[in-house]
């Protein structure tokens, strides 16, 4: 059964650093993106970007081009999404979820997704 | 990039009647080679991960009732639901998945008279 399971719940304040986490089973970690998505307080779902574990190939929207670090950890089969320096608009659920494969050419659409993390970021 | 418009942005539905959500694609999202629109379509319920209902912009989900489906092709999809029931009242959302940089419409919420 293939599941993502996500890291729990954060308080920060403006300025904090933060990683948070994706731990993947039940397939072949390598071979499948694996895609980070917000979700602002009453708002809709927005793509941040993607990683490809196997050679770490890593695309991000344009929104957020330079705001966060998407990585991953083969060896442990997780994923991470991280932040250097927290704003109080980073307040938001971010889930992870499948993508495309198996192979960096087979798309496919978001089958299997965490449960979200829920990141608060307020003085 | 692939820029998603949903209509309507939201829409009220009485109980047995019929609901229909528009999807527009920047670009067409029909693969030549395999025949195939990569277009999803996902609910989401207040405080739930987005359940994926439709893949290949008309291949309903494991589970899904029969009462949901998509159609449409290259850059204009729907999905209907057909005598909507109480437990439809969510958020839905399409997807592309033509590339890995997959991009949401900006969600319909159907609610229940």
């Known amino acids: 059964e293939v599941q993502l399971v996500q890291s729990g719940a954060e308080v920060k304040k403006p300025g904090e650093s933060l990683k948070i986490s994706c731990k993947a089973s039940?397939?072949?970690?390598?071979?499948?993106?694996i895609a980070w998505v917000r979700q602002m307080p009453g708002k809709g779902l927005e793509w941040m970007g993607v990683?490809?574990?196997?050679?770490?190939?890593?695309r991000y929207s344009p929104s957020f081009q330079g705001q966060v670090t998407i990585s991953a950890d083969n060896s442990i089969n997780t994923a991470y999404l991280q932040w250097s320096s927290l704003k109080a608009s980073d307040t938001a659920i971010y889930f992870c979820?499948?993508?495309?494969?198996?192979?960096?050419?087979?798309?496919?659409?978001?089958?299997?997704w965490g449960q979200g993390a829920l990141v608060t970021v307020s003085s | 990039d692939i820029v998603m418009t949903q209509s309507p942005d939201s829409l009220t539905v009485s109980l047995g009647e019929r609901a229909t959500i528009n999807c527009k694609s920047s670009?067409?999202?029909?693969?030549?080679?395999?025949?195939?629109?990569?277009l999803g379509w996902f609910q989401q319920r207040p405080g739930q991960p987005p359940k994926l209902l439709i893949s290949?912009?008309?291949i309903r989900e494991s589970g899904v009732p029969d009462r949901f489906s998509g159609s449409g092709s290259g850059t204009d999809f729907t999905l209907t639901i057909t005598s909507v029931q109480a437990e439809d009242a969510a958020i839905y959302y399409c997807q592309h998945f033509y590339d890995a940089l997959g991009a949401f419409g900006q969600g319909t919420k159907v609610e229940i008279k």
């Open positions: 670009q067409s999202l029909f693969f030549t080679s395999n025949n195939k629109n990569y």
């Open positions: 990683i490809f574990p196997d050679d770490f190939d890593t």
């Open positions: 039940g397939y072949y970690f390598n071979a499948y993106w």
């Open positions: 290949w912009a008309s």
């Open positions: 979820a499948r993508g495309g494969g198996p192979g960096r050419d087979n798309y496919e659409p978001n089958t299997y």
